[in-house]
Nanobody, 122 residues
Framework: QVQLVESGGGLVQAGGSLRLSCTAS????????MGWYRQAPGKQRELVAT???????NYADSVKGRFTISRDNAKNTVYLQMNSLKPEDTAVYYC????????????????WGQGTQVTVSS
């Protein structure tokens, strides 16, 4: 059993900053790629940023230069530093992790967090 617990969402004015965190816990053997996705009301879930186990990153064009994804492998945690926030960044942000899990038998699984609300006021 694996859980992803997110924190750091909230209400912020346009131009402000927030830092999201997501920690994975449970029968984790190793973490592969981790990432952040978001879903605004009435829209599909979209990729925000991903980071590989080796630290390679990928960003949506809409957040390049404003958001930074990072990870602490020792803590099984991924972060999303969000600067220069805009009202269009308002969404529920979800953490995603691709990882190897298990005690006796090891399998590769993909997990989602419960989501954290980010609201940017104009």
């Amino acid at each position: 059993q694996v859980q992803l617990v997110e924190s750091g969402g909230g209400l912020v004015q346009a131009g402000g900053s927030l830092r999201l965190s997501c920690t994975a816990s449970g029968s984790i053997v190793s973490l592969n790629a981790m990432g952040w996705y978001r879903q605004a009301p009435g829209k599909q879930r979209e990729l925000v940023a991903t980071i590989t186990s080796g630290g390679g990153t990928n960003y949506a064009d809409s957040v390049k230069g404003r958001f930074t994804i990072s990870r602490d492998n020792a803590k099984n945690t991924v972060y999303l530093q969000m600067n220069s926030l805009k009202p269009e960044d308002t969404a529920v942000y979800y953490c995603n992790a691709d990882l190897w899990v298990g005690v006796d038998a090891v399998t590769r699984r993909n997990y989602w967090g419960q989501g954290t609300q980010v609201t940017v006021s104009s």
